[in-house]
């Protein structure tokens, strides 16, 4: 089973913006308006996840630093370690 | 010593007799012969002579060679601040110590900091040896006279040749061709450790309400060392799966300075890289290769943080929260707008049997009113007509008073004209009757005339009639005779004009007048 690949950013505000312009102009049905705010919904808590990957505060290492993490641990999720508080 | 000291000692003393007239001048320097002790055995060489004496010697060889100038990259420059300024200079082929006196290089009027490691000059000077003594070593050195920084047009010409090769090889085009992410995770960041640009970076990350990990990778800027562990940095941060962006920065200097991000090695590493590559070098004025094969090129490293970081996440957050809310609306519109819709359309009989009910009250309303305004208006209308009725009535009263008064006066002038008027009728009447009789046919009968008449009744008046109707009635005034048409013996048949005879066939007592004129007309 083929899945579909993940859109980016750019790709989901896009369509959330066509959406949007799409249910403004008030031409969608009821069945095609629910559906369109359901895969609207879906596009805004991906981009609200994206956002809140970059928004739980400035982490900073160094290149060794990180290499050797993932080195000793590639098992471990990259972002485990604490983030610094931001300068 | 060995062969290869013997054979500098032959390029340094020259042939053998250049050799003997050295040895005579370091035996005139050496002073007494008996001070010398004896010389090594077996050996061809001159002397044995003091080592000061040969320094000197040597040191008045060397500045006996031509003064010339030389060029090469300046290398571990040390200005402390002593007598001379020391430095080497470099080429890929070979290097040579100098030095400079104190006035000479401050007579250069360079700016503080203006000439470092790396920096290509031409130098003017010549070979120097200090000889040294019992408590200093000696040295070597070129001796520097004055110096010029190679100028910027020699960097920029070999720049600009490198720009053509990279350029004619398609290495600008690469990293632009580069998907840069939106929201990038993860940054790598490359530059000096402790610098501004590190500074600005970050105040650019924040600016963009970006919060996300940083990956550093701090590297030499300048120097002939800079180039290749920058271009190692950026393989390795290329190699991690997690970085999505690399920004180098570097701060603002001469293009001397920055000779380091114009490296060929540099830039073919950077075109081949999988991430893309933002630049922040120098001032916005300086463009080094880098700056042309990057993805993108700023001219401040908060420039370059903001480019990496293309949304500006604050104002993301705030515009999908307005998505969000608009969509729920959406939805939550969709359906109310069309409950409500279906529940008018469940109302829509009964408003509309209201909506009559409303309007037939209406017209009620003002069929009444129009009503009451048309019994009134008639009323008043009545009141006028009996109001005129009552006034024509009163006028016909008196009409009628004075008509009578009239009549009155008119019959009694008629009872007094009456007698007279009768008479006068009477009288009137009389002569009629008169004028009457007097134009009565009888009367005429009376007189002797006849009437000449066919047996239907019918008057005669002519000769052709008579003849044509054959039989005939005479009227008198007391009775009719009727009489036959006869045609007279002997006369022609058919003669006109001539007077014809009657016959009586039946001939009735009393005269018979032939009278044309009387019988013919009454």
Not at chain 1, 37 to 44: A, F
Not at chain 2, 223 to 246: G, N, S, T, Y
Not at chain 2, 462 to 474: E, H, I, K, Q, T
Not at chain 2, 487 to 516: I, N, S, V
């Amino acid at each position: 089973m083929s899945t579909e690949p993940e859109p980016t950013y750019e790709q989901a505000a896009a369509r959330i913006e066509a959406i949007i312009r799409r249910l403004d102009s008030g031409e969608a049905g009821l069945r095609e308006t629910l559906e369109l705010v359901r895969e609207g919904r879906d596009l805004v808590e991906y981009c609200a996840g994206e956002l809140e990957a970059v928004g739980r505060g400035l982490e900073e290492l160094e290149l060794d630093e990180l290499v050797a993490r993932l080195e000793g641990g590639r098992g471990a999720p990259s972002g485990d370690a604490p983030p610094t508080p931001e300068r | 010593m060995s062969a290869a000291a013997d054979r500098g000692e032959d390029r340094s003393l020259g042939s053998a007799a250049a050799s003997a007239d050295e040895a005579s001048a370091l035996g005139r320097l050496a002073g007494a012969a008996e001070d010398r002790p004896a010389g090594i055995e077996g050996s061809g060489l001159p002397g044995p002579f003091p080592v000061g004496a040969y320094a000197v010697r040597l040191r008045d060889g060397l500045r006996d060679r031509p003064r010339v100038q030389l060029f090469g990259e300046v290398v571990n420059l040390r200005d402390g601040g002593r007598a001379k300024v020391y430095f080497e200079l470099r080429d890929a082929r070979g290097a040579m110590p100098c030095s400079m006196w104190r006035d000479d290089w401050d007579a250069l009027g360079l700016a503080p900091g203006s000439l470092g490691d790396g920096a290509q000059v031409v130098v003017a000077g010549g070979p120097d040896y200090y000889p040294g003594s019992a408590t200093s070593s000696p040295a070597f050195s070129f001796a520097v006279r004055t110096l010029r920084v190679a100028g910027e047009g020699d960097l920029l010409a070999q720049l600009d040749r490198l720009r053509k090769l990279l350029d004619a090889e398609g290495l600008f085009a690469p990293q632009k061709r580069l998907p840069r992410p939106a929201v990038p995770k993860t940054i790598g960041v490359i530059s000096g450790r402790g610098g501004k640009a590190r500074d600005d970076v970050l105040a650019g990350l924040r600016r963009r309400g970006w919060a996300g990990r940083i990956v550093w990778a701090f590297a030499p800027v300048q120097d002939r060392h800079a180039a290749p562990r920058i271009a190692a940095a950026l393989r390795e941060l290329a190699a991690l799966e997690e970085v999505d962006v690399v920004v180098v920065a570097r701060g603002g200097g001469s293009l001397a300075d920055l000779f380091a991000f114009c490296d060929e090695t540099l830039c073919r590493t950077v075109a081949m890289l999988r991430v893309p590559v933002i630049a922040s070098i120098g001032h916005h004025t300086d463009r080094t290769l880098l700056d042309d094969v990057a993805a993108v090129s700023c001219s401040t490293p908060t420039h370059a943080a903001e480019a990496a970081v293309p949304l500006h996440c604050e104002q993301a957050r705030a515009s999908l929260a307005a998505c969000a809310d608009h969509l729920r609306l959406e939805g939550r519109r969709a359906v109310i707008v069309r409950a409500r819709a279906l529940a008018a359309m469940t109302r829509a009989p009964a408003e509309h049997v209201a909506r009559h009910r409303r309007t037939l009250r209406q017209q009620l309303r003002e069929l009444r009113a129009s009503a009451r305004r048309g019994l009134a208006e008639e009323r008043e209308r009545s009141a006028r007509r009996l109001l005129v009725v009552s006034r024509k009535s009163q006028s016909a009263v008196v009409a009628h008073a004075r008509g009578e008064v009239a009549l009155h006066e008119a019959a009694t002038g008629l009872r007094r004209a009456a007698p007279a008027t009768a008479e006068r009728r009477r009288r009137d009447l009389e002569r009629l009757g008169l004028a009457l009789a007097a134009h009565d046919p009888e009367r005429t009968l009376e007189r002797g005339y006849a009437l000449v008449e066919d047996t239907r009744g019918e008057l005669i008046t002519g000769d052709p009639a008579a003849r044509a109707a054959g039989r005939l009635r005479v009227r008198f005034h007391d009775g009719r005779v009727p009489v036959r048409v006869e045609r007279p013996r002997g006369a022609p048949a058919a003669a006109q004009g001539e007077q014809q005879a009657l016959a009586l066939d039946d001939l009735p007592a009393g005269p018979l007048r032939a009278d044309p004129g009387h019988g013919e007309q009454r």
